[in-house]
């Protein structure tokens, strides 16, 4: 997947893409949960972190709008320098398409949106060199 890809996906399936590459899943659809305060819900239409699987959702963060979900995914998923320089280097290029006079400097202006587009960019990068 490429960069003009991702900028054209919408917000609910950048969401989707984030969470999938986040560490959060859907649960089996056969099955029934109790998902939040008591409430009976579809598995399949709800969402857990893998580690938490007794947790569910009915919809992961809104990546795409909540820059502590942006981050909290920016700092369990990239751990490692050439992680974090790739993501900067994505970010950048992000950053370049919307604005072409401003320098990589001024990443910190990103948006949850922009994060989210150079976050899967990242993580899709790095899946296909495994």
Sequence with gaps: MNLKQIQKMSDNDLMIRVAELGGW????KEDIKIAGLGIL?????????KEE????????PDFPNDLNAMHKVEE???RTAVMRA???????????????????????F??????????????EEKRHEN
């Design 110 to 123: 990103a948006t949850a949106r922009q994060r989210a587009e150079a976050f899967v960019l990242t993580m």
């Design 76 to 78: 369990k998923y990239l």
């Design 41 to 49: 819900a579809a598995k399949g239409m709800c969402w857990h972190k």
């Design 86 to 108: 790739r993501y900067q280097e994505n970010l950048c290029e992000v950053l370049r398409k919307e604005y072409p006079k401003w320098t990589c400097t001024t990443y910190w």
């Design 25 to 28: 899943e859907r649960g089996p």
């Design 53 to 60: 699987e007794d947790n569910w959702q009915d919809n992961p």
